[in-house]
């Protein structure tokens, strides 16, 4: 199973990836079955992150190409990964569907020219035709205020500036992105305003994916 876990910045995906891959490997360990993975976000080996922070018109093009392109090739690691083809599966902090809610938001916002976006989207819908939806979708549903407050907390430097206004901006795009996935795939939609236990998450994940709808979407998924 490929599982996307997505949000607003801040939102805690990172924590969430690595504590539901650990229990799942945990759970896989016991029953003989293929290992679980978590695969992060290219944070530290982003060389825009600084940059686009202090100028958001001038880097926003240079950091959503580095984005998707660095997402895309996770993605094909994602789909390839011996673990994952024989039981196991992966859980991704942030998947390629989302580099478009912000990519989308820069243009609306004017930080992004026509010109760039129409660049970006097309070079998107090129790699769309190699790429495989997750099975499921865990979103996690973060009010702005948390998310700030969370960033303020984690201490990354470059993000500790980042106004409300950019992520109450962010979170209408991902209220959007959520409907349109469910077009696509099975979504989960977790409360995350305060944290809950991986136990609580992987029970609605079972729940989501067991019922004879799903099962059936997940086998024309999978062919």
């Excluded at 978590?38 to 093009?61: A, C, G, M, Q, S």
């Excluded at 795939?185 to 004879?212: G, K, N």
Aim: glycine share 6%; proline share 4%; with cysteine.
């Amino acid at each position: 199973m490929f599982i996307g876990v997505s949000g607003l910045i801040g939102a805690g995906k990172s924590t969430l990836t690595r504590e539901l891959a650990e229990h799942l490997d945990s759970s896989a360990k016991n029953a003989v079955q293929g290992r679980w993975s978590p695969v992060f976000e290219p944070v530290e080996t982003n060389p825009y992150l600084e940059d686009f922070y202090k100028d958001i018109p001038r880097w926003t093009f240079n950091m959503q190409m580095f984005l998707m392109a660095s997402r895309f090739r996770q993605h094909q690691e994602v789909i390839w990964d011996p673990c994952h083809r024989k039981g196991g599966g992966i859980v991704q902090d942030r998947t390629i569907y989302e580099d478009t809610i912000f990519a989308r938001m820069h243009r609306d916002d004017g930080l992004m020219p026509d010109r760039d976006w129409d660049t970006y989207i097309t070079h998107f819908h090129v790699m769309q035709g190699f790429l495989r939806y997750p099975d499921v979708i865990l979103y996690l549903r973060c009010s702005p205020t948390r998310a700030a407050e969370r960033i303020q907390t984690r201490g990354r430097s470059v993000e500790k500036e980042i106004p409300i206004a950019y992520l109450e901006s962010l979170n209408a795009g991902y209220e959007e992105f959520v409907q349109e996935m469910k077009q696509y795939t099975i979504v989960v939609e977790l409360d995350w305003d305060e944290f809950q236990p991986t136990e609580d998450v992987v029970a609605a994940i079972r729940e989501a994916t067991e019922s004879r709808t799903a099962q059936k979407f997940l086998r024309s998924l999978r062919r």
